[in-house]
DNA sequence: TATTGTTATACTCTATAACTATA
DNA sequence: TATAGTTATAGAGTATAACAATA
């Protein structure tokens, strides 16, 4: 079996891509105040119009339920989201975005994703769409594999 | 202009997805003492039959150079490569792989080529060759970017 | 003057364990 | 007994700045 060389690697260089297009939103993000792991769980709460569990959250983005308090400590601090209580369990704390956050969401997202864009350029409109798709279904095969 | 759901979002599945390969690859990996950002510097030794330097090293792998001296450091400790003063230039030091180094590297890419493989199984093997050849012209374009 | 390697520092991200209150 | 949220901590990754030796 020959192997390849690194610059061949899926691994690797799914490394590098990720690390290139989070660095670029991070730039623009920063003008909101705001970095990708913030912006993500924002994002989800303007989607979410009745607000997400934290539990919820942490399923979506991949992330252990403790480092979504943090976050949303973060952006509950900057008036971006609020913790409201679940009507039908005590233990839970929806996660609802503020008219701020709405707004701020709204820019941030159309900067950031014009950036990216951007930094793939690389690749047509077409590319990019089959790029999103091969991802989403590792993505969809990993989360149906936790479950 | 509409916004796609963060589920649509290219940064956050190269995130995702990233992460997971990595965790993988990582998992794999451990075996041998490595992590893949020192396993990804002996990767590059193996395959320069008269080494590379440090700074060549931070240039593929899209890393500053000080990042670079502590995975040689780790590598160098472990008995996997040594550094070699250049021939050519005094200040420059060849990071070269030793014997052991080309039989862990061998090894240890066997195996973590196949759990990562496993990983994407969602996706064709000629998909995971689209996949791999778009993020290398992203990676390509980004290297060029900065020259 | 510029480049290579190095040291140092601070910050962010990731991984885990343990605890509380509720179910 | 299990689940949602929280706190704490340690380790790994990222980003900069500054310096000595050499070109």
């Known amino acids: ?9 899926v691994g690797f260089l799914l490394s590098r891509t990720s690390g290139l297009t989070a660095r670029t939103a991070n730039a623009a993000l920063a003008e909101y105040g705001l ?3 913030q912006y993500s769980v924002l994002y989800l709460a303007v989607d979410a119009p009745d ?4 539990r919820e959250l942490a399923g979506v983005l ?5 480092q979504v308090v943090l976050l ?12 409201r209580p679940s009507p039908t369990d005590r233990r839970t704390r929806l996660v609802v975005a503020t008219a701020t ?6 820019r941030a997202a159309r900067d950031a994703n014009s950036q990216v864009r951007h930094r793939l350029r690389a690749l047509s409109d077409s590319e990019q769409d089959t790029l999103r798709d091969l991802l989403a279904r ?3 095969s990993a989360d149906a594999d936790s479950t």
Do not use: K
């Open 1 to 9: 079996m020959e192997l390849p060389t690194l610059a061949d690697n």
């Open 35 to 37: 970095r990708v792991r």
């Open 101 to 106: 956050g709405r707004q701020v969401r709204g």
């Open 62 to 66: 991949g992330l252990d339920p403790s």
């Open 138 to 140: 590792v993505v969809r």
């Open 51 to 54: 607000g997400l569990s934290q």
């Open 72 to 83: 949303v400590d973060e952006l509950a601090a900057a008036g971006l989201v609020e913790r």
